[in-house]
């Protein structure tokens, strides 16, 4: 199935707020935490999930059919969503440019 979130928050907003997917049947979850809705359209650029050997997915958009592969490790709800989340463009705090602002080192706990 093919749908199109409507994203609710400034940040997701920002991304053009009609996001075109191909969902699992988790997915309600996944928006209801998320706020968002999703309704049934043709869409182009889409998402399109695949049982795989791992848990992956590129960030953000790449234009046309874009392959999320959920693995048996991604057994639960949050590790699809956090797939998710990464192809819809969230990366992970640390990784991002203005990480510090965000995190703070206890350097009496680092190895």
């Known amino acids: 199935m093919t749908t199109m979130l409507e994203m609710h ?3 997701q907003q920002n991304c053009g707020n009609l996001i ?13 935490s998320l706020k968002t809705k999703y309704i049934v359209v043709p869409a182009k650029n ?6 795989g050997p791992t848990c992956n997915s590129f960030v953000g ?9 959920l693995g048996s ?5 949050y590790m699809a969503a956090h797939e998710i989340g990464h192809a819809l463009g969230f990366m992970h705090t640390f990784q991002r440019h203005d990480r510090d602002k965000y995190i703070t080192l206890n350097e009496n706990a680092a190895l």
Do not use: D, F
């Not at 889409?46 to 049982?51: E, F, G, L």
């Not at 958009?61 to 592969?69: A, S």
């Not at 490790?73 to 709800?77: F, V």
């Open 20 to 32: 075109p997917v191909s969902i699992l049947q988790k997915m309600h979850q996944c928006t209801e």
């Open 61 to 69: 958009k790449n234009g046309g059919e874009q392959t999320m592969m």
């Open 9 to 11: 928050s400034k940040e």
């Open 73 to 77: 490790s991604c057994a639960y709800t």
């Open 46 to 51: 889409r998402i399109k999930i695949h049982p």
